[in-house]
């Protein structure tokens, strides 16, 4: 082989070469990014809604009593299941975990014997109302700090007054639930209030009974 056809070998490769460092450089060119203003990465945050942006509180919940007219008793008896990891709620089974349910609407609280209650369960004091049971089982550590009530709450609220449902029927003697109207639970006994007459109705008579 003379020089001649050595040379047009490496003339080719030198070719190659370049064609191939020409196609890098224009490569490198048109898809690097460009670096940003500032170092560090991007994280894209949801935008808050214009309500929420202005402050405006969060829709108000139901009265507990509003919930109560239609709760389920046998949906509360399921979420109830979760409490039997720690409280027994048939009649005289005692404490286990936590105090025992049975009987618990409108009992005091911290009164159940055989059972230390925590300092802050005993200085909250009061009774458990149905407005107390659905206040704490929202969050029982943010409405009793300092419990020693582990449960993360129920948020929902038609949960929780399917559960009161439920716990008020484990007693001998359930208590009347508070009414929508009154937001109180009728007096044993208590008789509905009379209308008045209408206008231009003549008075009834005295009853004689």
């Not at 994280?43 to 919940?61: F, L, N, R, S, Y």
């Not at 046998?74 to 709620?89: F, R, V």
């Not at 149905?130 to 009793?144: C, G, Q, R, T």
């Amino acid at each position: 082989m003379d020089s001649f056809e050595i040379n047009k070998i490496l003339g080719a490769l030198l070719g190659t070469c370049l064609v191939l460092l020409a196609v890098h450089i224009a490569a490198g060119a048109i898809f690097t990014a460009p670096a940003p203003a500032k170092p560090g990465y991007e994280i894209a945050v949801k935008e808050q809604q214009p309500e929420q942006a202005q402050g405006h509180p969060a829709p108000a919940e139901q009265p507990i009593e509003n919930l109560l007219a239609t709760a389920s008793v046998e949906h509360g008896a399921e979420i109830a299941k979760q409490c039997q990891i720690c409280h027994n709620l048939q009649k005289g089974q005692g404490p286990k975990v936590g105090p025992d349910l049975y009987d618990v609407v409108g009992r005091a609280r911290a009164s159940q014997p055989n059972f230390n209650y925590s300092a802050a369960m005993k200085a909250k004091g009061g009774t458990w109302t149905v407005d107390e049971l659905n206040k704490f089982l929202a969050k029982p550590s943010a409405y009793i700090p300092g419990t020693l009530m582990t449960f993360a709450g129920l948020a929902r609220e038609n949960q929780r007054a399917d559960v009161i449902a439920y716990l008020n029927t484990l007693s001998e003697h359930p208590k009347p639930l508070p009414t929508a109207q009154s937001g109180k639970a009728p007096a044993p006994g208590q008789d509905t209030p009379a209308k008045a007459p209408e206008a231009g109705a003549a008075p009834a008579e005295p009853s004689t009974k």
